[in-house]
């Protein structure tokens, strides 16, 4: 990373390995994880279920429950703050207003006893010094920043007031509250329809844009992240497979799971495509985190596994400018097919 | 395909629900869940049916199959008028239509076992039991990719995508002409989803039964359907085969669907809402086009006449007042 780079770095998460420990057997959610963010820039962390994305940002924030998971081993840095050796107070000073988190779900996310203009008045008197009337200002001009209409009469409304679009509006607003460095969104529209998340997401590129907010956006949906992110990382089992800038990766997937995801996804307007042509597959499932092959914990699916992906786990291999992938048989990915 | 009579024919389906309030529940409103949807599907025709939250389609799904009352209309099952059957005559007709759930953790019975949750409406309807219905079973299994050793297992025992192959084969079980799937690959991940699409496309070659295909996604609809029906606030907007209405969207509506759909193409930045707000309540729908508080293009007439669905080329029907009733033409974009 060049000088001018770490300058501009947010947030540097090296090695992360969390695990949890079950009736099962001990299981690493996330093993060996290295990702950084710049300044207004957009990572987004793509996988399916499982495959670690939300234990990542929740390790980071250090809101892994434990028991059963614990932040084992790595290193996370905020702003040249190590997060994992502060104390919980020191935290808690920083969750909420450096960095910041929004969820899937707003209403689970949401306090339903209490007024919007309330929850978010509740941010900013604990991170700045602030009366009680100057936060209230500020919580509806947060609210207008994120194009509720009328924020002064919605500051007043409980959650069942608005609707699911409203909803997850109000949550980024007591998210930027603070103008955070970072934002970490985990799926922020997948409960939402689909004209409503095209609206949630313009919004987010565009506050992020002018705050210069640094955001990791996880999603399952490559769409999501064609449209929105700068850098991709792609999880599988705990591990990073891939990483590469969005361009790169979508003109030039090197990992197989990568393309077989690409692959597998029906493409929308599939003008003049044969009605009932059918969808290229993953055969088989995510295996589960407890009872990892060794080796490659893709190999079983892959149809390019060979004896080596099957006994040794592939380091991650630097393929091109700023994009990696672990796999044996990287060399020998060309273009995709 | 659809020379013949159609399989399934509904005509002016509305369902309304009672919102009721104060102390002696009386019925204060309306929600106009379904409201005036007619539709056709023919023999092994997949017609899907999109619209976001709320706009319907379960309603609609749902009372195809009756499983809920449809307030008014009527629905042919292969030219018999099943809506006013009472439960025993509609028997016979429960074994040509079947449906496969959106969430299969909670569409399976924890306490059976996947072999007696596929062999259960075998016994129900008397067509095998014992010895048959295991042989069946078996082979039900194998059809939708499950091995016959897997039937003394249960429903937790299988992962996500398996437990959605237990549901549909158990829609299989009767031998049915239609099935009906609401959002069946919704809660799936993205690989297992196009696994459960292929199975369903190669179901369908094999044994020709038609499905009402109900999705919020339309890529996955775009992919499965012959043609599609869009919907909005309990009435469907547009109408047409698969291609054409993806390359020639003429309601504003669908069309503003259309774009919001993130592209997986970096080079394709065209994150612009087309629409703005939510989607009205059904408890009020507006006036005329229920879309008219949302379209860019509403007009005076949009605001007081509801807009009928019309023909609007080959195989095409919309409703929209632009362009005399024709919608916008795609040249317009």
């Known amino acids: 990373m060049t000088e001018a780079k770490a300058?501009?770095?947010?947030?540097?998460?090296?090695?992360?390995?969390?695990?949890?420990?079950?009736?099962?057997?001990?299981?690493?959610?996330?093993?060996?994880?290295?990702?950084?963010?710049?300044?207004?820039?957009?990572?987004?962390?793509?996988?399916?279920?499982?495959?670690?994305?939300?234990?990542?940002?929740?390790?980071?924030?250090?809101?892994?429950?434990?028991?059963?998971?614990?932040?084992?081993?790595?290193?996370?840095?905020?702003?040249?703050?190590?997060?994992?050796?502060?104390?919980?107070?020191?935290?808690?000073?920083?969750?909420?207003?450096?960095?910041?988190?929004?969820?899937?779900?707003?209403?689970?996310?949401?306090?339903?006893?209490?007024?919007?203009?309330?929850?978010?008045?509740?941010?900013?008197?604990?991170?700045?010094?602030?009366?009680?009337k100057e936060a209230w200002a500020k919580a509806v001009e947060m609210l207008r920043l994120v194009r509720i209409p009328e924020p002064q009469r919605r500051a007043h409304e409980y959650p069942h007031q608005l609707s699911g679009g409203m909803r997850q509006r109000a949550m980024i607003a007591m998210a930027l509250a603070c103008r955070p460095a970072l934002l970490i969104a985990d799926e922020p529209t997948t409960a939402l329809d689909v004209t409503i998340q095209a609206q949630i997401l313009a919004l987010i590129v565009d506050l992020q844009k002018t705050l210069g907010t640094g955001l990791i956006l996880i999603t399952h949906d490559l769409g999501v992240v064609a449209q929105t992110a700068q850098r991709v990382i792609v999880m599988y089992a705990g591990k990073k497979v891939e990483e590469a800038t969005v361009e790169d990766l979508f003109e030039n997937p090197k990992h197989p799971y990568t393309r077989g995801l690409m692959a597998s996804m029906p493409a929308v307007i599939s003008f003049g495509a044969k009605t009932d042509a059918r969808l290229n597959e993953i055969p088989g499932m995510v295996p589960s985190l407890t009872n990892l092959p060794p080796g490659c914990a893709f190999a079983p699916r892959c149809s390019l596994a060979?004896?080596?992906?099957?006994?040794?786990?592939?380091?991650?291999?630097?393929?091109?400018?700023?994009?990696?992938?672990?796999?044996?048989?990287?060399a020998e990915m060309g273009a995709a097919p | 395909m659809t020379d013949q009579r159609p399989l399934l024919e509904v005509t002016d389906l509305v369902k309304h629900y009672a919102v009721r309030g104060g102390i002696l529940r009386r019925r204060v409103g309306t929600v106009h869940a379904v409201d005036g949807v007619s539709f056709s599907v023919g023999k092994g025709e997949t017609l899907g049916l999109v619209g976001e939250s709320g706009c319907g389609k379960s309603t609609v799904a749902r009372s195809v199959l009756r499983l809920v009352e449809p307030s008014s209309g009527a629905i042919k099952l292969n030219g018999t008028d099943i809506t006013g059957l009472s439960k025993a005559d509609m028997r016979p007709h429960r074994r040509s239509m079947q449906i496969v759930f959106q969430d299969p953790f909670a569409s399976l019975n924890p306490r059976m076992t996947a072999g007696d949750i596929v062999g259960e409406p075998l016994g129900v309807h008397g067509?095998?039991?014992?010895?048959?219905?295991?042989?069946?079973?078996?082979?039900?299994?194998?059809?939708?990719?499950?091995?016959?050793?897997?039937?003394?297992?249960?429903?937790?025992?299988?992962?996500?995508?398996?437990?959605?192959?237990?549901?549909?084969?158990?829609?299989?079980?009767?031998?049915?002409?239609?099935?009906?799937?609401?959002?069946?690959?919704?809660?799936?991940?993205?690989?297992?989803?196009?696994?459960?699409?292929?199975?369903?496309?190669?179901?369908?070659?094999?044994?020709?039964?038609?499905?009402?295909?109900?999705?919020?996604?339309?890529?996955?609809?775009?992919?499965?359907?012959?043609?599609?029906?869009?919907?909005?606030?309990?009435?469907?907007?547009?109408?047409?085969?698969?291609?054409?209405?993806?390359?020639?969207?003429?309601?504003?509506y669908t069309q503003a669907l259309l774009a919001s759909v993130p592209v997986a193409d970096p080079k394709a930045k065209r994150l612009a809402p087309m629409i703005d707000g939510d989607v009205p309540s059904p408890i009020n729908p507006p006036s005329g086009c229920a879309f008219h508080t949302r379209c860019r293009y509403a007009m005076d007439r949009c605001k007081v006449e509801r807009p009928a669905l019309v023909a609007a080329g080959e195989g095409h029907q919309v409703a929209c007042w632009l362009n005399d009733g024709t919608g916008r033409a795609p040249e317009d974009l």
């Not at chain 1, 203009?117 to 009680?132: F, K, Y």
């Not at chain 1, 080596?308 to 700023?322: H, I, K, S, V």
Request: hydrophobic share 40%.
């Open chain 2, 127 to 252: 067509i095998a039991t014992g010895r048959a219905q295991q042989d069946r079973v078996a082979e039900l299994f194998a059809q939708v990719g499950l091995r016959p050793d897997q039937m003394k297992n249960y429903p937790h025992q299988f992962s996500g995508g398996q437990r959605q192959r237990i549901c549909i084969a158990r829609a299989l079980s009767l031998g049915p002409s239609l099935i009906v799937c609401d959002e069946p690959v919704s809660a799936l991940d993205v690989s297992i989803q196009a696994q459960v699409i292929n199975l369903l496309i190669d179901l369908q070659r094999k044994n020709d039964f038609s499905y009402l295909f109900i999705a919020h996604d339309l890529a996955v609809v775009a992919h499965i359907s012959h043609r599609v029906a869009v919907m909005y606030l309990g009435r469907i907007v547009e109408i047409a085969d698969k291609s054409e209405l993806f390359a020639n969207p003429r309601h504003p």
């Open chain 1, 306 to 330: 060979m004896d080596r992906c099957r006994a040794e786990y592939p380091p991650l291999q630097e393929t091109g400018a700023d994009h990696f992938a672990a796999c044996w048989r990287v």
């Open chain 1, 7 to 132: 300058a501009d770095t947010v947030l540097d998460v090296k090695n992360l390995q969390t695990v949890f420990f079950t009736n099962s057997g001990l299981f690493r959610a996330v093993d060996d994880v290295s990702f950084s963010v710049r300044r207004g820039e957009t990572l987004a962390i793509v996988g399916e279920s499982g495959c670690g994305k939300s234990v990542t940002a929740l390790s980071v924030m250090r809101l892994v429950p434990d028991p059963p998971g614990r932040v084992v081993g790595g290193s996370v840095t905020l702003e040249g703050k190590d997060l994992l050796s502060l104390d919980e107070a020191e935290m808690r000073n920083i969750c909420g207003n450096r960095i910041s988190m929004i969820f899937q779900e707003p209403m689970t996310s949401l306090n339903p006893v209490m007024r919007i203009g309330d929850q978010i008045t509740e941010v900013l008197r604990l991170h700045q010094e602030m009366t009680a």
